[in-house]
Nanobody
Framework: QVQLVESGGGLVQAGGSLRLSCAAS????????MGWFRQAPGKEREFAAA????????YYGDSVKGRFTISRDNAKNTVYLQMNSLKPEDTAVYYC????????????WGQGTQVTVSS
């Protein structure tokens, strides 16, 4: 089992920045990739970004590409999401996720952290 705990959410004005953190514990050696998803009220969960923990290869959803950056610190078992040029439409609960296999299901999820961007 892998446990994930997000932090860093909050209220920010449009154009501002926030950095989210996701700390993993448990059987972290089995983790292949970690990612960030978000869900706004009344909308489906949306993929934001992901990173392969060994190679550092990153992936981004179209809505955040060029504004968000995912990174990892393997020594700390922590993944970060740097969010710049935030827009009101970025308002959502942001969830950290992890999976053990390339192309496999996202098996582990954090509890989520709220990000609110005011106009």
């Amino acid at each position: 089992q892998v446990q994930l705990v997000e932090s860093g959410g909050g209220l920010v004005q449009a154009g501002g920045s926030l950095r989210l953190s996701c700390a993993a514990s448990g059987r972290t050696f089995s983790t292949y990739a970690m990612g960030w998803f978000r869900q706004a009220p009344g909308k489906e969960r949306e993929f934001a970004a992901a990173i392969r923990l060994t190679s550092g290869i990153t992936y981004y959803g179209d809505s955040v590409k060029g504004r968000f950056t995912i990174s990892r610190d393997n020594a700390k078992n922590t993944v970060y999401l740097q969010m710049n040029s935030l827009k009101p439409e970025d308002t959502a609960v942001y969830y950290c996720a992890a999976r053990r296999l390339n192309g496999g299901a996202w098996e582990y999820w954090g509890q989520g952290t709220q990000v609110t961007v005011s106009s």
